[in-house]
């Protein structure tokens, strides 16, 4: 059982790490979502004993039921986050039109280097609001 | 009343969050919750400080069979500086005008959890609210919702999540490996526990720390996030928290690990020298205050970590110190570097002065104990390094004055008179510290205390 979950965890690592590499950003928040899992899964497999059902008036050899309290814990934040995440990447492909993050790094270089063109002290990127119109405006 | 400053916190961001908080009165109403909740911290530091370590056993489960909030002066010593931050940088923006409803409650939620995870005595709980703070962070570093915030926030939000999925592992190693989640358990059995199971353990928890500071080899979002999100919010963040990466390292390394924090010390001495050059020089390199702060806060972690290496009583009195004074410093520059006007200026000038390390401003005294401790530690190559370092930053410090300050000097409409008094305010508590770092220095040795002596 140690040596299948631990398989298992590997497998979703190995996966969840390579998502996280691709371009697209749906691919990357899968990959994190996948992470998140794959942690879960680990959390289960850090149980102290294994046995059966940890419930009141269960007998025998019973699982440690610490390690699932911390699992639902754990689950319900990857849930929110995961949430909370795909919120954002819809507003980054709507403000971007695009979910590539070779584009959205384009983006970022054009604010770079827009920064860099005034005079110093004349547009600090601390006031971003008039950069930002105009990186609007080009697009 | 240990739970006084998170009941407070906690109903407070819950009322903030069904509030519009682009009005001016519930903004105020935020800043008066995070004030609230420094002051009910602070009694509580005067009860610490008195009667010794706070122990409430949560819904009054018996001791070792549920969560402890464990209130001791190292918690304090981070908790009050912490709230201070979000309260004046939350205070800074509404008085520029709340640009979305959330923001109150957010900074407030933040609070919540920085404090919440500063009190904590478990392991797990310690994650749960580390996440809560994280992510307020999160939503916050999106706060403006430009186009160039939202890739801010993306990139902090990918990196981010990470380190904490990490730091989540880190945690079941460790429960797996003594049996434990209270942190006064796991500290009798670590060294109880294998070496290998141990320095693995260990280093995830490193790197899931050094990812919230941005140390050198993890620092690469935080440029990015730094310069693309709103001062107040870059103040929220480099100033409040990034003392969970200061705090966890102390906390998991000097207290839980510290027979594998004396194994690494020669990696941290390493890391903490090359975060310090390259913060440094990138920071010269660079134009807008924004990205040249951001690289400077990547110097500075260097020397908590040195600090940290270092070890001992000294040194974990020299990164208290340090840490307290850097987030203050944070604050009171990305505020005025935001702000015009001569006033605005000076005050720049104080924080410039204070990471520098020069006297008057209480940098002087952060970097002054790192100093110490590395002479008593007989490392004389480290004093050179911290020379070398407060000498660039001088250099980098002044070139953005320079650039900001001398050559455009009428006011703009973003800087008001109460964004000017915060600024002004904060520049004099850094004076002060500088001028009579008595206390500071008394609490902080107070709080390392509680830390074991490094295994020789």
């Known amino acids: 059982m140690t040596l299948l979950v631990s398989i298992a965890v590997a497998v979703m690592f190995g996966v969840a790490a390579y998502l996280m590499l691709k371009r697209d950003l749906i691919r990357v928040i899968t990959g994190m979502i996948l992470l998140g899992n794959a942690a879960n899964l680990f959390i289960m497999s850090a149980g102290l004993r294994e046995g059966g059902a940890p419930l009141v008036g269960e007998e025998g050899d019973l699982s440690d039921p610490l390690v699932q309290a911390l699992t639902l814990t754990a689950i319900v934040i990857g849930f929110g986050t995961a949430a909370l995440v795909l919120g954002l990447v819809y507003r980054v492909y709507d403000s971007h039109q695009s979910v590539d993050i070779i584009r959205i790094g384009d983006a970022e270089e054009l604010q770079a280097s827009m920064d860099d063109q005034p005079l110093p002290g004349d547009v600090s990127a601390l006031d971003q609001s008039a950069i930002d119109n105009e990186a609007e405006v080009k697009r | ?456």
Do not use: C
């Open chain 2, 1 to 456: 009343m240990i739970a006084l400053p998170l009941a407070i916190l906690w109903f407070g961001g819950l009322v903030l969050a069904l509030l519009d908080g682009t009005r001016k009165p519930i903004g105020y109403l935020g800043v008066v919750v995070l004030a609230s909740a420094t002051a009910a911290t602070a009694a509580l530091g005067v009860q610490v400080h008195r009667d010794g370590q706070q122990v409430m056993e949560v819904a009054g489960w018996d001791a070792g069979t549920g969560i402890a909030l464990r209130v001791d002066m190292l918690g304090i010593v981070f908790a009050i500086p912490s709230l201070v931050v979000l309260t004046i940088a939350l205070w800074f923006e509404v008085s520029r005008d709340v640009k979305a409803r959330i923001f109150p409650a957010l900074a407030v939620f933040m609070g919540l959890g920085l404090t919440g995870l500063f009190f904590t005595g478990d392991a797990f709980n310690f994650y749960v609210f580390f996440e809560i703070s994280m992510v307020s962070a999160y939503v916050l570093a999106s706060y403006g919702e430009t186009p160039r915030q939202l890739r801010a926030a993306m990139i902090f939000i990918v990196v981010n999540l990470l380190g904490s999925v990490l730091f989540l592992i880190a945690i079941a190693g460790t429960y797996h490996n003594t049996g434990w989640l209270d942190m006064e358990r796991i500290a009798a059995q670590t060294p109880l526990i294998d070496v290998n199971p141990a320095i693995m353990t260990a280093t995830l928890i490193f790197v899931a720390f050094s990812i919230k500071l941005g140390l050198f080899p993890f620092h690469f979002w935080l440029p990015a996030v730094y310069t693309g999100t709103r001062p107040a919010v870059a103040a929220m963040l480099s100033g409040a928290l990034a003392n969970i990466g200061s705090y966890g390292l102390l906390r998991f390394g000097a207290d839980i690990f510290s027979r594998e924090l004396h194994e690494a010390a020669t990696i941290l001495f390493i890391l903490g020298t090359l975060s310090i050059i390259y913060g440094s020089i990138q920071a010269i390199a660079r134009h807008t205050p924004a990205e040249v702060l951001a690289y400077s806060s990547i110097g500075q972690v260097g020397y908590i970590l040195i600090a940290l290496a270092i070890g001992g009583e000294a040194g974990y009195v020299a990164l208290i110190v340090f840490a307290v004074i850097n987030a203050l410093n944070k604050l009171l520059l990305f505020l005025s570097a935001s702000l015009r006007g001569w006033i605005a200026g000076a005050a720049f000038a104080v924080g410039a002065f204070s990471v520098a390390g020069v006297p008057p401003a209480g940098g002087f005294f952060g970097k002054m104990a790192v100093f110490q401790a590395s002479i008593g530690d007989q490392r004389y190559w480290l004093v050179a390094v911290i020379l070398i370092g407060g000498a660039l930053s001088f250099v980098y410090m002044f070139q953005i004055y320079g650039a900001r300050f001398w050559t455009n000097d009428e006011a703009d409409e973003a800087t008001t008179r109460e964004a000017l008094v915060l600024v002004v305010l904060v520049a004099l508590v850094i004076i002060a510290i500088g001028v009579y770092p008595g206390p500071l220095f008394e609490l902080s040795r107070d709080a390392a205390t509680n830390l074991p002596e490094r295994v020789p």
